[in-house]
């Protein structure tokens, strides 16, 4: 009992052991979660964002109260007494002088003032309105970078993704088309031991040098392999050190897309992030501009002003003719202009949004022409690669029926080594570049989604983004 029960432990340990070091699997589209997730770049995008929409809660803040309070602890000198010389505050007669002793400082005492005013703006002329307007444009434009990094990071997990697919099968081809050429090689040097005449020493060193070719590429094929995972690692946040796998048990050319090429033109118009952030640019800079041309109007305001002041050394003057800066409270609603000019700053804020403006209209004349370019640009690419991938395909699947059957014949002794090799070489350059062509036309197809601006998958920590996006633009 004890044995079977130890031998029981050791099975479940080793399966805890097997669990624990088990490699992750991906496919393409989790690597594309975990990339989004992990990208620190969308990360910094997605702050940006924050912080337009700290600009835009500036730009709101404007228009509600606002409070000035300005306070100070000094000194001035102390004064008894009342309004006369005799001390007091009355007099009779003709008698009566006033005091002039106001810069005797035989005592002091000390002053206690404070100024306030609690304001709200009740009309700018346009400036709050159109300074809020630019910041949620601002808002938008950020967004679309978010998109546009996203894109990138796509862009990228997808070129590592394939790239590793492309190098491991171009690593399979060469491992089992040298594993032929070693059996080939094994069998002419039985053939020249045995000395039936069936091969000659020329075979012998064609084979070998067939072999070593085969085994460079190999070697190639699974840096480039090697290379290829790392950088999938570092775009999805597993470690280096860490196992990964993919789902895909080979590199397949993805579905072409289906859509006609006006309609692509018309998507990418639609839904690009360059024209997301041209269209609100230019929303943004017309509002900049009429704002900067209301900073000549001054601002409508109400509110409460007052101040306060206290001096315990000095007696209260409490005249209701004089004005004691010393010891008083004062306060008042009031309704006012606030005028802020300077013509010529104005001026030039002014000249610099509309020069701003006229650069921004002739960007976005040139992004419509250009961006339809791009897309039938690549639309042609597309469909260029997918043919070369359907060409290659047919030429692979012959060239290997040829070496095998080259195979068959040399084992045979039917033909002599020169032929094999150039069966071999015919199959090999065949797959592999149907294979590069693979890889090329999924790249190409990635490019175009990226170009009509079709979305990408959210990132679970941009939820928060896209979720109050219509909370924040007001």
Known sequence: MNRAFFY????????????????????????????????????????????????????????????ELNSFVGLTTAVDGGFYENATNTCDGSDCVVR?????FDNLSLWFNAQFAIIKPLYTFGKIENYTKAAENNILIKQAEVELQRQSTRY????????????????????????????ALELVSEWLEEENGQAKESDKYALTAGVALLSRYQSEAAALEKVALGGLK?????????????????????????????????????????????????????ALLAASHSDAKPNVYAGVGGSLSYSPGRETVESPHLYDPFNHVAATPVIGLQWSFSGGVRDAKVKQAQAELDALISKASFARSGIPYQVEEMFTQVHATFEQVEHMKSASK?????????????????????????????????????????????MNTVKLKNLIGEA???????????????????
């Open 8 to 67: 029981n432990a050791l099975i479940g340990i080793s399966c805890l052991l097997s669990a624990g070091v088990q490699a992750e699997q991906l496919s393409l589209e989790q690597a594309l979660q975990r990339a989004y997730d992990a990208d620190f770049r969308i990360g910094e995008k997605a702050h940006l964002v924050t912080a337009a929409r700290g600009l835009l809660d500036e730009a709101e803040a404007n228009n509600g109260w606002r409070t």
């Open 100 to 104: 002039s002793d106001l810069y005797d």
């Open 156 to 183: 990228d997990v997808s070129r590592a993704y394939y790239g590793y697919l492309t190098a491991r099968d171009i690593r399979y081809l060469m491992e089992d088309s040298n594993k032929r050429l070693k059996g």
């Open 234 to 286: 570092v775009l999805t946040g597993v470690a280096l050190e860490n196992e990964l796998s993919v789902t895909d048990r080979r590199i397949t050319p993805v579905e072409l897309p289906a859509m006609v090429l006006p309609d692509l033109k018309q998507r990418a118009i639609e839904q690009r992030p360059e024209m997301k952030q041209v269209e609100a640019g230019l929303t943004a800079r017309r």
């Open 398 to 442: 012959n060239a290997r029926r040829w070496m095998i059957a080259a195979y068959t014949d040399f084992e045979a002794g039917l033909i002599e080594a020169d032929k094999i090799i150039t069966a071999f070489q015919a199959y090999v350059l065949a797959h592999s570049d149907y294979l590069r062509l693979v890889n090329d036309y999924n």
């Open 456 to 474: 990408t998958l959210v990132s679970s920590k941009d939820l928060s983004v896209n979720k109050n996006s219509a909370e924040s633009i007001k």
